[in-house]
């Protein structure tokens, strides 16, 4: 079960991408799919047989995306944040080894495509959660506990 929050900024991309679907791409197939099959035998040509396939990705994408939207609960910044590890905080860690980590705490719709936002639902999320900068992270791993020393905590107070 994932959770259902998202930040300001990566609802606003989840709806560009839905409005880029729905009023640009998905007319765009259409019409190629329409002059495609206006030529005639539909099962050896290629235009008709991608695109209809394309078709319904985007389709399938725009249920998704709508559904999302409706369900989703935008958490905006609030200055009580300040101090204290919460969704949508940008989180640095540092190991024993010396070894850093930067992250985005993020609802599990805005992970994709970045390497440096982690979901809400990931353990290394979780186990952030409510830490202050000096803090101690122990965070379960299939090879033992890992630990990890807060280093920064910061927000992004343009969003929300």
């Known amino acids: 079960m994932k959770t259902k929050l998202i930040t300001q900024a990566g609802f606003d991309q989840l709806k560009a991408e839905l409005d880029h679907l729905w009023r640009k791409e998905r007319p765009e197939v259409t019409k190629i799919v329409s002059w495609a099959a206006s030529l005639g035998d539909r099962s050896e040509n290629a235009d008709y047989v991608f695109n209809k396939k394309r ?12 559904k999302v939207l409706a369900d989703v609960k935008i958490v905006p910044y609030h200055p009580r944040q300040e101090g204290k590890v919460y969704f949508g905080a940008w989180v640095e860690l540092e190991n024993d080894e010396g070894e850093t980590l930067k992250f ?6 805005e992970i994709y495509g970045r390497d440096d936002y982690v979901s809400i639902d990931a353990p290394m999320a979780r186990a952030c959660l409510q830490k202050e900068v000096g ?8 090879t033992g506990k890992a630990k990890w020393a807060v280093l920064e905590i910061t927000y992004s107070k343009s969003e929300g």
């Open 55 to 66: 078709l319904r990705e985007i389709d399938r994408r725009v249920r998704y995306l709508r």
């Open 104 to 109: 985005r705490i993020v609802g599990p719709d």
């Open 135 to 142: 803090d101690e992270v122990v965070v379960r791993t299939p």
